[in-house]
DNA sequence: CTTTCATTTCGTTAATGAGCGAAATGTACA
DNA sequence: TGTACATTTCGCTCATTAACGAAATGAAAG
């Protein structure tokens, strides 16, 4: 239907899938903790992790009641696989970025979920 | 104003903005010329073009009355310089690519241009 | 089988972006 | 200086996309 380059561009070119993209690097997280460092509704977090899931960049994987979100580090398409790279490796210094991996640290998602 | 590296893949969103870049792989090219070649506005184009210069893609040359642009290709940003290397990369398959890879060896600026 | 709860889908609204034509800009050249 | 012409900027319309809340889905656990 589109031209797969310009999805994969498109998949990336807003900042709150980068944001989530940094925070998956940390370790995979459900949709409930990453709407909760996000501060989006939980529909809008879930549209954007289809984004990326369409685009190849992320992977999903239940556990329980919970739909884990993986980083495809080794996914077969290699466009895809260069761009995750070429994003992990930027925004280190964004204050943003630095401020949601701090939260990770401290999310629990027994807490935060139906909180 | 915004996050820059959001602003790169942005630039790389559009589909004409693809088949600029895959168009400037061939030669440096004006206005007037590639406009023919994706049968848009001038107007149009030039966005386009301002879109990609904005992001570190392509510059921009006078000569006489044209404005030429160029791929970036020695651009100090890292970033920029990967990822039109992964562009120029791609889509050599896509017959569109090739269509305009074709009109640009009969595009001739002083016959279509003012025309 | 029913309840619970995380997640997805749906319908809508608001913001962003692509496209156009017309007017403005700026430069080469008469 | 003035004209011609490539390009850019402006104002607008239409399409796309992000965001939300509400309703639907689906799976785990009682």
């Known amino acids: 239907m ?3 380059l310009v ?3 498109k998949a990336l070119s807003d900042p709150n899938r980068i944001r989530i993209i940094k925070m998956l690097e940390i370790k995979p997280l459900c949709v409930c903790e ?4 996000l501060n ?3 529909s809008t977090v879930s549209k954007h992790l289809s984004i990326l899931k369409e ?3 992320i992977f999903e994987q239940k556990e329980g009641k ?3 979100y993986h980083l495809n580090r080794a996914t077969q398409q290699q466009e895809v696989r260069e761009l995750l790279l070429l994003t992990l490796k930027n925004g280190i210094n964004d204050p943003m ?3 949601d991996r ?3 640290k401290s999310v629990d998602r027994a807490t935060i979920c139906s909180g």
């Open 97 to 99: 970025i630095q401020a």
């Open 40 to 42: 989006l509704a939980t």
């Open 34 to 37: 990453i709407t909760a460092i």
């Open 102 to 104: 701090e939260k990770i």
């Open 66 to 68: 919970w739909v884990n």
């Open 7 to 9: 999805q994969i561009f």
């Open 2 to 4: 589109m031209n797969p």
């Open 55 to 57: 685009a190849g960049f």
